[in-house]
């Protein structure tokens, strides 16, 4: 697994970006897939979450209704769209993932259950 993970920029408070999560080594359909962000000084959370093939997808409370998580199975990749963007969503956003069968329907939030990382790509929303 190999993932990269792009889309990241500077936009306005209330703007939106979306970022994206590739796998240039396999197909993302096996795996459970994780984004997670860490602000300077701050330990890494996790944001959003989605098994490919089976559940729902999860999202941290403070993005609900705001970040969206979707997949383009063509293109083997996964996107983050985010949207109402707040100051406080700055951060270095990576992808993860980890095989779907070794997890429940609801994808795991924790940092250590993903063997796989992607770079980061950094979000910075101005006020």
């Known amino acids: 697994v190999q993932l990269q993970a792009s889309g990241g920029g500077l936009v306005q408070a209330g703007g939106s970006l979306r970022l994206s999560c590739t796998d240039s080594?396999?197909?993302?359909?096996?795996?459970?897939i994780g984004w997670f962000r860490q602000a300077p000084g701050k330990e890494r959370e996790f944001v959003a979450g989605?098994?490919?093939?089976?559940?729902?997808?999860d999202y941290l409370d403070s993005v609900k209704g705001r970040f969206t998580l979707s997949t383009n199975n063509a293109k083997n990749t996964v996107y983050l769209q985010m949207s109402a963007l707040k100051p406080e969503d700055t951060a270095v956003y990576y992808c993860?993932?980890?095989?779907?069968?070794?997890?429940?329907?609801?994808?795991?939030?924790?940092?250590?259950?993903?063997?796989?990382w992607g770079q980061g790509t950094l979000v910075t929303v101005s006020s």
């Open positions: 989605m098994h490919l093939t089976r559940g729902r997808p």
């Open positions: 080594g396999s197909s993302l359909s096996r795996y459970v």
């Open positions: 993860a993932a980890d095989l779907s069968r070794r997890h429940s329907d609801y994808p795991p939030r924790r940092v250590t259950a993903y063997s796989y």
